[in-house]
């Protein structure tokens, strides 16, 4: 799946932040150029941030923290490279960094998942996940949907 295509498959996300009321037949409707996209990849960052939908387009070089976010479902899709994604378990020494956000150094247990050019991973609010390895450069698209 190209990108371009992975970005058509986000219109119904999108769409979730469509003005009530608009006169417009495409109202919402959000086009991100592919200079802009590009530029954020370079460095990794979001591409929109509303009040119940964030799209991000991320770069790993290593590994990270863990996550657990209680109120967003990740989707992901990756681009290039390869991860060790771990998911579930019990993170270790886990510690609240904002609200509704808590990251831990590891996890104890959980299911190790290879990811790959074109997988998608859906990780629901409440499940812990890590990036325990990473084949840089690790490069996805990542939608934080809030429940």
């Known amino acids: 799946m190209t990108s371009k295509r992975f970005l058509l498959l986000l219109v119904p996300f999108l769409a979730l932040i469509t003005l009530a009321g608009a006169p ?24 929109l941030n509303t009040n119940n939908l964030k799209v991000l387009a991320l770069r790993r070089d290593g590994p990270g923290e863990v996550e657990i976010h209680e109120h967003d479902t990740d989707v992901l899709y990756v681009l290039e490279g390869s991860a060790t994604l771990v998911t579930g378990g019990r993170p270790n020494e886990p510690r609240v960094t904002s609200p509704g956000e808590t990251r831990a150094g590891s996890i104890t247990g959980g299911v190790d998942r290879q990811l790959a050019k074109g997988d998608v ?3 629901p609010n409440g499940v ?11 490069l996805y698209f990542m939608v934080k949907a809030a429940q």
């Open 24 to 47: 417009s037949p495409d109202s919402g409707v959000i086009h991100i150029d592919h200079d802009k996209v590009a530029a954020v990849f370079a460095r990794g960052g979001p591409l």
């Open 121 to 123: 991973m859906v990780i």
């Open 128 to 138: 812990p996940h890590w990036f325990k390895e990473v084949k840089p450069p690790f």
